[in-house]
């Protein structure tokens, strides 16, 4: 019998073991990471955190156990089986077959265990998928509704669209039986980048998309859902306290995917109807002359897309987008973030990013891949070829478009 | 690529040179032989195995170098080695490579050139058929990378290329075209292939190897066809849907005019969950031959073994819509298809303990090919628990899509499948080569590829867990992903060191096969018939066709046990081997169609996208080679000797007569 | 296009014995492990590759059937009567094709000619319909590129279509082989392969008509 040329084993597979007891620990260190936000081992609402300790937790620590035990095994066996002198220890072992008792016990033992998985998925599907029917008073032009607290998520590429019915509350039987993302019924409130929720209730949310598909997710608060065009699918969310929660865009959709982020803000009720008393109003109307001015540049130019309420709804034609959207700006100050979720609005002092802001006017492309063909529908922000004075004018008029002044929602989010 | 046959085979006669009058007279029959040409018509499975598995290998190569500028540009926040366009186009173009273009074609050259080995055959059924397959495949994989020059860019909807992102108006560039026409050409060369393989397993055993003795790798490469038979024709009618919307503005995924965007994903992943189990199952079969031969123990439970990979094969085909639970399904088929996904892991679980069950009392002889082999068990465990995990709905909710998946997938593909096929390129390559490749190199290979492997895929799992998303061209600071980020990147270089070790041995043990004893025929004491032929194996194959009385009929022709159950040697291998040295065996003729029907196909996808007059050009190619094919005999007459009656009609399978075939095939040195 | 033949599966079981050779002239189909020949197999093989390939295609239409795009919908045009005949044509190819068979059995070249041509004949009417039956479609404002249902009606019964087309292709393959005398007893299984294609092709329309025409869609 030839044997080649065996090399004697070096360390044998010992060290495999140590590699993966070194994996699963990472696996089990991965929540502790604290600066993620994004961190999907830190459920900060009621329906995460049950799906955390229902269907992530104990499956892992299922999985931990298995990889632990079948380890070890392997380790001993190596250790324990190994040829230790290739050129004296010729023997054959005892030539065992097979044991069918102990491979159905294991095919048994397998099972049970999956069995046990699937008893914790079935237990944990409803945390995410069932909806209470809760509501809460809001006032909206005045008078008190009963809001089945419901937001409208509407994927483009590549930014998100939140849209808020009070006075005319709509629910997923009726979207779908409407069908079209593109021609939704007038909201009260049409804001992007910035989803803002009351605390301690459950947001329904119905996710859609007016292009291609993309995935709503806000993992502190639950799993994720996809934005699939012709398509209302429901799920939900909650925040226990006050907040600022990051979201991205997962499914891929296209060039600027990885720039497609969300921000969902969790307010205390008062507060939230504070927001909704300033964000239903139609846009502030500027007095300075230079906002002024910028009304004016907004109106020649940027209407053609973007939608700014008491200016242009009523002469809005469809923008020149794939999607057939662009953001609703009228609260433009009231939000802190722009350009789907990945700017900030406010520098840490409270002021205006005017260095960011202004940037984005000069050429979005820069700060943001798009694609502008000419002739084509655009998908992103074209450069405009705005003059300097344009831009700052611009930016005058859209610092000013929000009842509050800069930055309370950041605020409001840290009172707690 | 170091991988050049030193001296070629020699099929046919060598002396009889004659070229008669051919069907459209466009081509002299080939008659073997004749250096580099003889590989353009070759029909010899073994010659069409190697062919897969250089330019597979290529190919991970260039799947290999679009995993570095990805690793590059996510290695640090804001990664500006690839503009967003060009990365969308890269981890495409690394996906669709890696899974089409290396490790299936990986997986098809092993099942090439050992199925007919395995089950005692000296082809498989359909030679021609065979070589078409590899010619088409090529022609596909050339055609989908050709993108990059004449397209301006690969595709850039990732390997899945959902609707409607990969419509003409979110994807107008000509990436998709390639990526649409590239798979239906690749897809067909896979399913001629599929067809081809599993009438061999069926048909061509020798006498004596029922199904129940065939060896374990056939029996999972024998599953694998049926899942390509059966997974093919899905993502080929998901794929015309995509080429009509696109090439004849068809309305399938226009979601303006009404349509669902999730037909797609359906037809994609009734394809792309089994084609997970086609990608594995073959690597499965390799461990499975190999940890029983080096621990010197038959495959513990060769039944259970058998039967879990069927299950494997048909549980396979309920779990597709574990890849959409968070589509907007119905909770219902959300929960029926998160429990199927949990009880596949039941039959996979079983093969896991099995395999230690081979070990366990076993007498382990780490060679490379057994340290790889012993590492796929270990590292597809961690990805299979790794997919338990997610396979629960609700938790899915948060890892799907997300750098969690990535590693998950790429534990089971490339620690399940690739390292895998590395145990068999470790094990087989003294008997496809007739020299060993080096042990200290591949220890260097074996334990830089596994701890590079680990370092850039285990922290993809925390990178994933703390909300890094996937198919992301940069992400921000402060997410908490750089030093993981950073990590998968170094882990990903010693992996690309790790290939540069291997090509190297490649390189090098050929160089040094001179000075080193050969192999022989059986260097491993193994187990089944290839080991009972010499190395390399001659052009016939066998020179008695085996009479087989048991499994692993080859090791008990060697051994048998004594009265007290110990193993007590019968013969060596040198004296049970075949010599190889038979004459006068009959071996079908070469052929120059199927490669001329292949060179039709890319054409036919030039025109589709561009001019249709290069698809009426290829069309007339195709056409008119498999019409000359249609009338080529199997056989050449003029390669025979003996008289042959009227029954020469093309059509028939009647028409085998012997060639006499002098072997002068011994390239050992 | 069935060229590729079970040469390869007599080599398998050929010894090295030289006086073999003459002997080893006949069906391939007694060496093969399965009794069947490698060549009816593959075609087994393939057929049960092609459900899949329908199959995907009829869950696309049934999936699209009612998507009209606000235009008028396959359904809303099929002429029952006149696909019923046309299925009915395509039905009667399958017995003449059983019928040429038996005839290439039986040794009877001629009678088996006669009905390859007839089958082919029936195969080109059914064709024929299917092509008249597209372009009153067409003219009826149902093209292919107008809603998803259209779409996924043209691609289905299209695709049938390519399949008798390719049908026909084989069965003149077989008859201008009988014409040269080249399809006999002895090599009827061509002729058995090729009548399993066209049964399947045949199988796989009334499927088509069944759940595609006679079903209304809502």
Redesign the interface.
Same mark, same amino acid.
């Given at each position: 019998m030839t044997t080649g040329r065996i090399v004697k084993p070096v360390a044998a597979l010992r060290r495999s073991g140590g590699l993966l007891l070194t994996a699963m620990g990472v696996l089990i260190a991965a929540g502790c990471a604290s600066d993620a936000e994004l961190d999907t081992f830190a459920p900060q609402g009621p329906i995460s955190e049950e799906l955390h300790n229902r269907g992530v937790l104990p499956v892992f620590w299922i999985a931990a156990v298995v990889l632990v035990g079948i380890s070890i095994a392997m380790i001993y066996l190596i250790w324990r089986n190994r040829v230790k002198n290739y050129d004296t220890d010729d023997e054959w072992p005892s030539q065992t077959h097979g044991h069918v008792p102990l491979e159905v016990g294991w095919t048994v033992g397998f099972f049970l265990t999956m069995a046990a998985v699937a008893a914790l998925m079935l237990w944990s599907l409803p945390t995410v998928n069932a909806t209470e029917d809760n509501t809460m008073a809001v006032e909206i032009d005045g008078r008190s509704v009963d809001w089945e607290p419901t937001v409208v998520v509407v994927g483009n590429q590549w930014w998100w669209e939140f849209r808020y019915y009070f006075s005319d509350q709509v629910d997923l039987a009726e979207l779908r039986a409407h069908g079209d993302a593109k021609t939704l019924p007038p909201a009260d409130i049409v804001t992007s980048g910035q989803m803002i929720i009351p605390t301690g209730e459950e947001i329904e949310l119905i996710v859609t998309s007016r292009d291609v598909i993309h995935s709503f997710w806000i993992p502190a608060l639950n799993g994720k859902r996809d934005a699939v065009p012709n398509r209302f699918s429901p799920w939900k969310i909650q925040a226990s306290s006050p907040g600022l929660y990051f979201g991205q865009c997962t499914e891929f959709c296209g060039l600027s995917h990885s720039r497609m982020r969300m921000q969902t803000v969790a307010l205390d009720p008062a507060d939230f109807q504070a927001w909704v008393n300033n964000t239903s109003l139609d846009a502030v109307e500027p007095v300075d002359p230079e906002a002024l001015a910028g009304q004016e540049v907004f109106a020649g130019i940027c209407t053609s897309c973007h939608v700014v309420e008491g200016l242009n709804d009523d002469v809005f034609e469809r923008a020149d987008q794939a999607s057939g959207a662009a953001p609703n700006l009228t609260h433009f100050a009231n939000r802190s973030t722009f350009a789907g979720g990945i700017f900030n609005s406010y520098n840490a002092d409270g002021s205006l990013n005017r260095t960011v802001l202004e940037a984005w006017l000069r050429n979005p492309s820069e700060l943001k891949a798009n694609y502008i063909v000419p002739g084509e529908q655009y998908r992103g922000m074209p450069n405009l070829d705005l003059n300097e004075a344009q831009i700052d004018q611009l930016v005058a008029y859209l610092a000013g478009l929000g009842a509050k002044p800069a930055g309370w929602i950041i605020e409001a989010t840290q009172v707690d | 690529m170091a991988i050049v046959e030193k001296q070629p085979l020699e099929l046919g006669t060598a002396d009889t040179v004659s070229y008669a009058e051919k069907p459209l007279g466009v081509f002299t029959r080939p008659q073997g032989g004749r250096g580099w040409r003889d590989w353009l018509s070759t029909v010899d499975h073994k010659r069409i195995g190697i062919l897969y598995g250089v330019s597979a290998m290529f190919f991970f190569l260039v799947g290999g170098v679009q995993a570095l500028l990805i690793r590059l540009q996510l290695a640090v926040p804001d990664g500006s080695v690839l503009s967003a366009d060009v990365y969308n186009q890269v981890y495409t173009m690394h996906g669709v490579t890696m899974v089409f273009l290396f490790i299936m074609p990986l997986a098809a050259a092993f099942a090439n050139y050992f199925i007919p080995l395995q089950i005692g055959a000296r082809d498989v059924a359909f030679p021609r058929l065979n070589a078409l397959s590899f010619w088409v495949w090529l022609s596909g994989a050339i055609f989908l990378n050709t993108s990059w020059i004449v397209a301006g860019g690969g595709a850039d909807c990732g390997w899945f290329c959902y609707a409607p992102n990969s419509g003409v108006a979110f994807s107008p560039s000509h990436g998709v075209d390639f990526y649409a026409i590239g798979l239906q050409i690749l897809g067909l060369a896979s399913l001629v292939s599929a067809v081809n393989l599993i009438v061999t397993c069926l048909n061509m055993r020798a006498p004596g190897m029922t199904l129940m003795r065939m060896p374990i790798f056939t029996w999972m490469l024998l599953i694998t066809q049926f899942l390509l038979l059966f997974a093919l024709p899905v993502i080929t009618v998901a794929l015309f849907l995509l080429m009509f919307d696109r090439v004849f503005d068809a309305q399938f995924f226009n979601v303006d005019a009404g349509a669902d965007p999730l037909l797609w994903q359906h037809l994609f992943w009734i394809f792309g969950h089994p084609e997970v189990y086609i990608i594995v199952l073959p690597a499965f079969g390799v461990v499975s031959e190999v940890i029983p031969t080096f621990s010197r123990k038959p495959l513990f439970g060769y039944e259970f073994m058998v039967f879990s990979g069927i299950a494997i094969g048909f549980m396979g085909w309920g779990v597709w819509a574990h890849h959409m639970f968070v589509s907007g399904m119905g909770p219902i088929s959300v929960a029926a298809f998160s429990l199927s996904t949990m009880f596949i892991a039941v039959p996979t679980g079983v093969k896991v303990l099995n395999w230690l069950a081979t070990m366990w009392g076993g007498k382990i002889r780490f060679t490379v090919a057994m340290k790889f082999a012993v590492a796929t068990v270990a590292m597809f465990t961690i990805g299979g628990l790794s997919g338990v995990t997610h396979s629960v709905a609700p938790a899915n909710t948060q890892q799907t899509d997300t750098y969690y998946i990535v590693a998950h997938f790429h534990y089971v593909i490339f620690g399940g499948g690739v390292l895998g096929l590395f145990a068999g390129l470790y094990f087989w390559w003294p008997k496809i080569w007739g020299h060993f490749l080096s042990e200290r190199v591949g220890n260097w290979h074996f334990w830089l590829t596994l701890v590079g492997f680990n370092l850039t895929f285990g922290p993809m799992h925390i990178l994933g867990l703390q909300g890094m998303s996937r198919r992301i061209d940069s992400y921000a600071r402060g997410y908490g992903f750089e030093f993981w980020n950073l990590t998968a990147t170094i882990g990903s270089f010693l992996i690309a060191a790790a290939t540069a070790l291997f090509l190297w041995n490649v390189f090098k043990s050929r160089r040094d096969a001179p000075y080193l004893p050969p192999p022989g025929p059986d260097p491993w004491d193994a187990r089944s018939l290839e080991w009972s032929v010499p190395s390399p194996v001659p052009v016939h194959n066998f020179d008695t066709v085996p009479q087989i009385r048991s499994r692993d009929d080859w090791w008990h022709t060697k051994y048998g046990e004594d009265s007290t159950g110990k193993v007590v040697q019968v013969a060596t291998a040198q004296e049970a081997a075949q010599t190889g040295e038979a004459t006068g065996v009959h071996l079908p003729s070469p052929s120059f169609w199927p490669l001329s029907v292949a060179l039709g196909l890319p054409l036919i996808g030039y025109g589709l996208i561009f001019n249709l007059w290069f698809a009426l050009i290829g069309a007339l190619v195709t056409i008119g080679s498999l019409y000359s094919w249609a009338l080529e005999p199997v056989d050449d007459p003029d390669a025979a000797h003996d008289d042959h009656d009227d029954h020469d009609d093309h059509d028939d399978g009647s028409n085998d007569r012997a060639v006499d075939n002098s072997d002068s095939n011994e390239a050992t040195p | 296009?069935?060229?590729?033949?079970?040469?390869?599966?007599?080599?398998?079981?050929?010894?090295?014995d030289?006086d073999?050779?003459?002997e080893?002239?006949?069906?391939?189909?007694h060496a093969?492990?399965?009794g069947?020949?490698?060549?009816k197999?593959?075609m087994w093989? #393939?057929l049960?590759?092609?459900c899949?390939?329908f199959?995907?295609?009829i869950s696309?239409y049934l999936?699209?059937s009612t998507?009209?795009?606000g235009r008028t919908l396959p359904a809303d045009v099929f002429d029952i009567p006149f696909t019923s005949v046309s299925s009915f044509v395509l039905l009667m190819s399958s017995l003449t094709m059983v019928l040429a068979l038996s005839a290439v059995n039986r040794g009877e070249a001629e009678a088996g000619r006669a009905w390859l041509l007839a089958t082919a004949l029936l195969g080109a009417v059914f064709l024929g319909g299917q092509v008249y039956e597209f372009t009153a479609f067409v003219r009826e404002g149902v093209g #292919?590129?107008?809603?998803?249902a259209?779409?996924?009606f043209f691609?289905l019964t299209g695709f049938h279509g390519v399949h008798v087309a390719i049908g026909i292709v084989m069965l003149m393959?077989l008859f201008i082989?009988s014409v040269n005398g080249?399809l006999n007893q002895?090599?009827s299984?061509?002729v058995e392969i090729v009548g399993l294609y066209w049964h399947f092709v045949d199988i796989v329309w009334i499927f088509i008509f069944t759940v595609i025409y006679l079903i209304p869609v809502n």
């Open positions: - | - | 296009m069935s060229a590729e033949t079970a040469t390869a599966g007599s080599v398998t079981t050929s010894t090295v030289a073999n050779h003459g080893d002239h006949g069906h391939a189909s093969t492990s399965t069947l020949s490698n060549t197999l593959a093989v #393939f049960g590759s092609e899949l390939l199959g995907g295609l696309t999936l699209y998507r009209g795009n #292919f590129t107008t809603s998803p259209s779409s996924a691609t393959s082989r080249n002895r090599n299984e061509t």
